[in-house]
């Protein structure tokens, strides 16, 4: 069966869900950031069927978030290595594992503790205003229509009553 | 064909993924947050199949991320709203939009912005260390043993080999 793509899209959630929102794919990307480069610790850490993973390690380099290269030639083998693109993912597992320790530790507490090296401490991710560094709450952002909303839907009526129209460009 | 269940991994993000690493869930919650509580807005707004809609809400309401309301008796209509474990998965949504805007803007911008209405910014949302406020990166967080992984997987060469073993519980 085929699925309905999100990757056209214009909401980021979508193309990134369309992306990464496979069960296996953000857990791949997981053992990544652990280390993992080679096919095999996947297989053996993950669980997953070879089949699965080949796909799945397929679409994250056509995607550029991981890097193939040949480390032995006879015979031929390869490591899979985070590009820039896949680094940047990183934040992304940390507001998920921030929100599962919170809601999905049956009451036993988080499973892995984060220990943010810089400052020392044992860290709970937040996700914050890049601008005034404030947690980000649903009643305190509001959404509008960016530089990359397609303009021949920017008429539809659900668009013009879910967005305010200010015309402005995003800036970081 | 029975999906792994990842529900009882000892990791957040694959508890995470379990519950909402489907293609449809995530979107299927920025839709409430955007204010949605009701099905046909959901179908319509989404262009989901009516039994896959019916499918994912009923899940988000057994692990009490939305909560079913009776608003009208004839005939029988129900709402949906977010309680406060869904509301808490914003965060998570918002980290993913700020990677799309990034990564998959196919150089146009990005589709929706956000204005952060308390600072008055258009914003890049962050994550950071609870504790120091500094951007969380691969190379700065590790991973330790935290109190809620299962006694009997500790010593598993794996996991010997991945964590630190400082026996320290999670303070936030």
Redo the contacts between chains.
Sequence with gaps: MK??S??RW??????????V???WT??VL?EA??GVTRFEDWQ??L??GRNVLAERLKRLVAEDMLARHRYQEHPERHEYHLTE?G????????????????????G????????????G??????????????????E???????????PKLRTLP?VEK???R?G?????
Tied chains: 1, 2.
């Excluded at 214009?10 to 992306?19: G, H, K, N, Q, W």
């Excluded at 036993?108 to 400052?119: E, I, Q, S, T």
């Excluded at 402005?168 to 970081?172: A, K, Q």
């Design positions: 699925r309905t999100f990757a214009p909401c980021s959630i979508a193309r990134t869900v369309d992306l929102g496979d069960w953000p857990l997981r950031f652990y053996r850490n669980g997953l693109k680094r940047d993912f990183f934040p992304v597992l940390m507001a998920m594992l921030s929100w599962g320790d919170r809601w999905l530790d049956g036993r507490g988080a499973p892995v503790a984060l220990r943010h090296l810089p400052c401490h044992l860290t709970r991710p937040e996700v914050v205003c890049g601008h005034c560094r404030q947690p980000l709450t649903r305190e952002v509001q959404g509008e229509l960016g530089p990359g909303f397609p659900l879910r967005f305010a200010k402005e460009r995003v800036s970081s």
